[in-house]
Nanobody, 115 residues
Framework: QVQLLESGGGLVQAGGSLRLSCAVS????????MGWYRQAPRKQRELVAA???????TYTDSVKGRFTISRDNAKNTVYLQMISLKSEDTAVYYC?????????WGQGTQVTVSS
């Protein structure tokens, strides 16, 4: 059984910062890809950022220069540092890990940015 435990969401003013964490536990040896998705009300879930086991990262255009994804392979944990937050960043943020033949999601953490 693999579990993803997210933390770090909350309410922040526009221009503020938050750091999300996602710790992966259970029967998983190595994780190929780790990432963060988000889903705002009445919108489709979108990929925000992803990172490979080797550290290669990708970001959706709207967060480039403001969000940074990182991972600690020894702890099976992925982070999302978010700065200069905007009201349009308000969403439920989901952690996901995946690879060849597997995919696991976290339960989601709410991020609310007040303007």
């Amino acid at each position: 059984q693999v579990q993803l435990l997210e933390s770090g969401g909350g309410l922040v003013q526009a221009g503020g910062s938050l750091r999300l964490s996602c710790a992966v536990s259970g029967s998983i040896f190595s994780i190929n890809f780790m990432g963060w998705y988000r889903q705002a009300p009445r919108k489709q879930r979108e990929l925000v950022a992803a990172i490979t086991s080797g550290g290669t990262t990708t970001y959706t255009d709207s967060v480039k220069g403001r969000f940074t994804i990182s991972r600690d392979n020894a702890k099976n944990t992925v982070y999302l540092q978010m700065i200069s937050l905007k009201s349009e960043d308000t969403a439920v943020y989901y952690c996901k890990v995946w690879g060849y033949g597997y995919e696991y999601w976290g339960q989601g953490t709410q991020v609310t940015v007040s303007s």
